[in-house]
Each structure stands twice: as C-alpha cells, then as structure tokens.
C-alpha cells in the first residue's frame, strides 16, 4: 500500500483537483491579498493532507470506500442549513457521467452480488464509452439513465451511493436539472471538494465513469461474463 501523502501544497498541486477546487482556488486567487491567499492555501493544503492520510490508513476496496462516504457525510454537515432543491424521486443528476474510484466499483459491485438490481442491457451499453464521451451531454434520455435508477427514479444503492452523486447538491428549481445543466447552481461544499480531490488523487486507486468500472469490478470477481 503506498502511504506516501502531500505534505505541502506544492506536493499535491500537480494532482488531481476536483474542477469546483481550481476554480474556488482561481477565484481566490484573483480577489485575495497575496499573503490572505496563501494563508488560505495552506490551510486548504493541509486539510488535504489530513483527508489522504486517513484514507490511507485503512485497505483499499470497500472499507476506504466506506471510509470515503462517512467523510463525504460530515463533510456535507457543513452545509446542512441550506435548503436545497434535491428531493426523492429527481434524477436529473442520474444522467450524467459520474466518476467513481475503483475502491467504490468494488461497494457498488459488492451490492449487486447482495442481490441489488440493476440494468444489465445498459450497463453493457454504457460500459462501452469513454470517459467525457459525447453521449453523456444528451440530457436526460433513457440510454443516460443510471443502471441503478429504478423506474421510479429512485437510486437503488442508496446507502452506497458514490461520493460524487453524494456531493451535488442544488438550490435551483428541480426541473432544471432534467432541462438543462446551465440553469442549474449547485451548492459549493469546499470540504467535499477537498475530500473528492484527495480520494481521486491517490496514486493505488484506478477511476473512471460507473459503468466502466463497475463492468470491470463484476468481471473481475465473476459475477459478470
Ligand atoms: S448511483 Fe444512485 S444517485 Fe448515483 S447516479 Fe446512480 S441512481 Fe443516481
């Protein structure tokens, strides 16, 4: 297991960040004094640093992924006193590329063999794109539907939902969603961000869009053929 972490900011900049984090850190950047800026570099820098080193203290697979969603949830009482829009039943954000870890692929693929169902038809469909394919920026059409998403829109793995389905969280109406990704304003939650960030940054976890790595995941253990 590698249990190398950034200890310094310079250490992890060239990793990866989530795009709200760069553009959170752009923005500062231009607004702040130089010295406020690095202040708050610093502080980012080891709260990041903070969220690595915990992940990587426990296995790899489900146990960080675990880890991961817990982290994800208190990271996200940070902004429990903003009403959102996100309500049961919505599944806009359901059609769209989510990027999961190959420690969650192996949550969601434990869910499965546990006997949660899911598309079988579409997971092979989807698997077959690349990450950032055209396809996902249809909108809300049925080949973009989860393979989750039961057909009452609701998320079928819940509790084991990714930490990048967990995080989106919105203020505006919830019909924008499903009619377009320009009216939508997500909530920023800086420390979702900077968890986000440290769990795709590490160096022994593969990450790509769900199917994809949920096929491999089931391949793998050979409850797909
Ligand atoms: S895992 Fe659940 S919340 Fe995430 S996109 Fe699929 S159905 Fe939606």
């Not at 990041?48 to 969603?69: C, I, N």
């Not at 055209?134 to 393979?147: D, I, K, L, M, Q």
């Not at 089931?218 to 409850?223: K, R």
Request: hydrophobic residues 40%; proline residues 4%; glycine residues 4%.
């Amino acid at each position: 297991m590698d249990r190398s972490h950034p200890t310094e900011f310079s250490d992890f900049c060239s990793t990866i960040w989530t795009e709200r984090l760069r553009h959170f850190l752009d923005s500062r950047k231009r607004d702040l004094p130089k010295e406020h800026f690095e202040t708050l570099r610093e502080a980012l820098g080891e709260r990041f640093s903070q969220y690595q080193r915990l992940l990587l203290e426990v296995q790899s697979g489900e146990p960080r992924a675990l880890l991961a969603l817990h982290l994800m949830n208190e990271a996200l009482m940070t902004v429990a006193h903003v009403k959102v829009s996100c309500a049961s039943g919505c599944a806009g954000c359901c059609h769209l590329e989510v990027e999961i870890t190959e420690d969650e692929a192996e949550l969601l693929a434990c869910a499965v063999q546990k006997g949660v169902p899911f598309d079988a038809e579409r997971l092979s469909l989807q698997a077959k794109r690349s990450t950032n394919a055209p396809e996902w920026n249809t909108g809300a059409v049925s080949e973009n539907r989860c393979v989750f998403l039961s057909e009452h829109n609701l998320c079928r793995v819940y509790e084991h939902r990714p930490l990048a389905c967990r995080k989106l969280l919105v203020t505006s109406p919830k019909e924008n969603c499903t009619l377009s990704q320009q009216s939508v304003h997500p909530v920023p939650v800086l420390e979702a961000e900077l968890l986000l960030s440290a769990v795709l940054s590490l160096s022994n976890t593969k990450k790509g869009h769900l199917a994809a790595m949920l096929q491999n995941a089931l391949l793998s253990d050979g409850t797909a053929s």
